[in-house]
């Protein structure tokens, strides 16, 4: 079974910096695009930054030249870089990933289970 786990979640005070970590998992064939979503009390969930899997990368407005999404496809891994943080940054961070499992003949959308972010002010 593919899944994936974040890590590196954690309390910080305003304009500290995070570095977010997913690990993908189990029976994969192969990535294609992945991406951090994140969802804050009481609010939708919302695109953070995506990653193709030959490096494109596109971000939300509200985190452009603050945050940077890498990741390595030999290691089935992806890391969110969060420079600047604010208050607003407060949130659960979701690592999401389109995967094709070994045997498989399409791709699914596959997320994580969430990784706590707050920033204090």
């Known amino acids: 079974q593919v899944q994936l786990v974040e890590s590196g979640g954690g309390l910080v005070q305003a304009g500290g910096s995070l570095r977010l970590s997913c690990a993908a998992s189990?029976?994969?064939?192969?990535?294609?695009?992945m991406a951090w979503y994140r969802q804050a009390p009481g609010k939708q969930r919302e695109l953070v930054a995506t990653i193709t899997r030959t490096g494109t990368t596109n971000y939300g407005d509200s985190v452009k030249g603050r945050f940077t999404i890498s990741r390595d496809n030999a290691k089935n891994a992806m890391w969110l870089q969060m420079n600047n943080l604010k208050p607003d940054d407060t949130a659960v961070y979701y690592c999401y990933a389109n995967i094709q499992e070994r045997l498989a003949q399409s791709l699914r959308g596959i997320w994580g289970q969430g990784t706590q972010v707050t920033v204090s002010s």
């Open positions: 189990g029976s994969i064939f192969s990535i294609n695009l």
